[in-house]
């Protein structure tokens, strides 16, 4: 029976998973690695990464495929995007602290 | 069949080399990508311009697709007859299976060129053996807060993309059910495993990817696991404090307002948020009541007569700093 798994920065998963979920090649997932796109989780010899990774790997697959881009430019636009993700859930935050009219 | 022009597409000479090709499809799909176009049909235009780029940039496609010959955009064709034995296997090889030109050329790239058609079985596909994945489902899910706080069953009804049995891709209306675990958020990805499409020639099925999304609630606005809550007093209330009700999500709570509350101002009830996924850490989020200052507009003569009686004797200056 399989498992649902959260994508988020808590869970972790194996490089392997992120192979197999993002369709891209082992070594193309390792060169993003070496990118510093995938945020390693714990110590200890098997490389670990949060679950989130899965979500920036397909993403990294779908740049490939649209924009035919390189690992360089695919690890600085996955960054732009973060960056960007986490500037809206500033604003959703801040949208919770404005007093409607009542 | 209807011709495509890829080289007119791509905006190149038919004797364009690879890099050429590339630098042309890089330029045009930043052009036309949904996310950064501002173009209109920026959509239609894009998935033009990659599918001549599949063909293309592949050194035997280009090929194949050289050797159709050449015609009008729009026009319908036939390939030279030795067409389908030199690159589909067969007569006209799967040629007369696709209605479309970028359809047969995406399915001459499963199992190596020209082993895609079995020979003497027209439109072989990819039931030639060559076994393939099912397609991933990327479904979003709109669920209540009161769902996601405790977990819920969804039927979904979705259009997916799905294989047939001679590996063509469609788009097909599917009822998906799916189990939302407690404590997910506004926007948390959440991955089943093999419940995407089925794959094909015994091909492992492909994964479920759900994103969910909150509707609005009529009181709680909703920050990752924490909920605000805009709790509205009167402008007594404020100067002189009070207990007041709140609503949780697991009932009503009594919290303390306290003597010379400023609007704005948060209350924190840790805890009282959303639940969190998993056992370690804090269990959930913290409920914030952020105060509100509402004045009467409605008064009684004696009310109206009792603030004017407050506007004379108060010596309280609100905009003292303004010099």
């Known amino acids: 029976m399989t498992e649902l798994q959260i994508l988020d920065a808590e869970t972790s998963v194996a490089l392997e998973d992120i192979v197999a979920a993002s369709g891209l090649a082992r070594e193309e997932v390792i060169e993003l690695v070496e990118y510093g796109v995938f945020q390693p989780m714990g110590a200890g010899h098997a490389k670990r990464f949060a679950a989130y990774s899965i979500v920036a790997a397909r993403r990294a697959a779908r740049l490939r495929a649209d924009f035919d881009l390189d690992a360089a430019a695919i690890a600085l636009a ?16 801040l949208e919770c602290l404005v007093l409607r009219d009542v | 069949m209807k011709y495509k022009d890829y080289y007119a597409i791509l905006e190149v000479e038919r004797n364009a080399s690879e890099a050429d090709i590339k630098k042309a499809y890089r330029r045009l799909a930043r052009k036309y990508h949904p996310d950064v176009s501002k173009e ?5 235009r894009f998935k033009e311009v990659g599918e001549a780029y599949e063909t293309l940039k592949d050194a035997e496609k280009r090929s194949a697709y050289d050797q159709l010959g050449r015609f009008r955009p729009g026009e319908d064709f036939r ?55 099912g397609e991933d489902y990327e479904v979003n899910a709109h669920i209540s807060l009161e769902e996601a706080a405790r977990g819920t069953e969804l039927a979904l009804d979705v259009s997916v993309p799905e294989r047939d049995a001679s590996g063509r891709l469609r788009r097909v209306q599917k009822t998906l059910r799916v189990r939302v675990p407690r404590g997910a958020s506004d926007g948390q990805r959440l991955r089943v495993p093999g419940k995407g499409g089925p794959g094909v020639s015994g091909g492992p099925p492909g994964d479920l990817y759900l994103d969910i999304t909150l509707k609005p609630h009529p009181l709680y606005r909703v920050s990752d696991h924490d909920l605000y809550l805009e709790l509205p007093v009167a402008p007594w209330e404020a100067v002189r404090g009070a207990e007041v009700e709140v609503p949780t ?40 009541c952020v105060l509100q200052i ?18 004379k004797i108060s010596r309280f200056d609100p905009r003292g700093h303004f010099g």
């Open chain 2, 294 to 311: 509402v004045t009467p507009t409605v008064l009684s003569d004696r009310e109206k007569t009792l603030y004017e009686e407050l506007a």
């Open chain 1, 78 to 93: 996955l960054a732009y995007l973060e960056r960007i993700e986490a500037l809206e859930r500033r604003v959703r935050e």
């Open chain 2, 79 to 133: 390939p030279p007859p030795d067409w389908g034995t030199r690159f589909g296997g067969g007569s006209a090889g799967g040629f007369d299976n696709f209605v479309d030109l970028g359809e047969l050329f995406a399915n001459l790239s499963q199992g190596g060129f020209g082993r895609s058609f079995r020979p003497g079985r027209p439109g072989g596909g990819t039931s030639g053996g060559f076994a393939k994945p």
């Open chain 2, 40 to 44: 209109k049909n920026a959509e239609e």
């Open chain 2, 249 to 288: 999500l697991d009932g009503k709570v009594r919290v303390s307002v306290k003597p010379g509350s400023r609007a704005g101002q948060k209350l924190r009830l840790s805890g009282k948020g959303l639940p969190r996924p998993h056992g370690g850490g804090a269990k959930a989020g913290d409920l914030y």
